[in-house]
């Protein structure tokens, strides 16, 4: 049972280059998230997921877009990396039944995908 | 909106207790808690829905001031494996449905 599955791990890239970051879930989660965590920052989020076809701004939004592809994958685009977006990024999915419902339900997290930006 | 944690880090010798607490600006519709390992992803610990429930797992229990819009993270005769950064995530009333997470209170367990 793979859970939250990120994809790449580790990923080096220059200045101005772009990149997408993939994240797939298993649990049948209708909710998905992006979350950047940076030390001393805790876990800030990008944009999210509440249901197939939607998606919305989190807290940090700036330089990201996103694409919920279908139930289970969420990408995460870069169009023109900054140094300032080095950082650790972290999926998260929950089940969301209605709303007012969602807050009862945990989010599990992948194992993250450490990004540097020359 | 970012709910506020204290401390900001904790040492403890194995077998103390320890208190953390997440305050929120905001009236909270609830309160999630999540520890992390060094290098590793947050792990689910316990979520809190009403004002004034209270939750255990093991020797980890939770509280929720619904009107102090306030929760706090108890932890009794802590272990080693206790070690590790914990973060309060809040869901604010009358809000979407994100998750705000603190930033967090990290602590150390020595033998």
């Known amino acids: 049972n793979a859970g939250v599955t990120q994809t790449p791990k580790f990923q080096v890239l220059k200045t101005g280059q772009s990149m997408t970051l993939q994240c797939a879930q298993d649990?049948?989660?209708?909710?998905m998230y992006w979350y950047r965590q940076d030390p001393g920052m805790g876990l800030r989020l990008i944009y999210y997921?509440?249901?197939?076809?939607?998606?919305d701004k989190g807290e940090v939004p700036n330089g990201y877009n996103v694409s919920r592809l279908n139930k289970r994958e969420f990408s995460l685009r870069l169009e023109s990396a900054a140094p300032s977006q080095t950082s650790v990024y972290f999926c998260?999915?929950?089940?969301?039944?209605?709303?007012?419902?969602?807050?009862?339900?945990?989010?599990?997290f992948g194992d993250g995908t450490r990004l540097s930006i020359l | 909106q970012q709910p506020v944690q204290s401390p900001q880090a904790v040492i403890l010798r194995e077998g103390e207790d320890a208190v953390i607490n997440c305050s929120s600006s905001?009236?909270?519709?609830?309160v999630h808690w999540y520890r992390q390992k060094h290098g590793e992803a947050p792990v689910f610990l316990m979520i809190?829905?009403?004002?004034?429930e209270q939750k255990g797992h093991e020797k980890i229990s939770a509280s929720f001031n619904e009107k102090k819009q306030q929760s706090s993270l108890y932890l009794t005769a802590s272990q080693l494996s206790y070690s590790g950064t914990y973060f309060c995530?809040?869901?604010?009333?009358?809000?979407?449905?994100?998750?705000?997470f603190g930033q967090g209170t990290r602590l150390t367990i020595n033998p």
């Open positions: 998260a999915s929950s089940h969301l039944k209605s709303m007012g419902q969602g807050s009862g339900q945990p989010q599990h």
């Open positions: 649990m049948n989660h209708n909710s």
């Open positions: 997921s509440a249901s197939e076809g939607t998606t």
């Open positions: 905001k009236a909270l519709y609830s």
């Open positions: 809190l829905l009403k004002g004034g």
């Open positions: 995530g809040s869901i604010i009333r009358g809000g979407a449905q994100k998750l705000v």
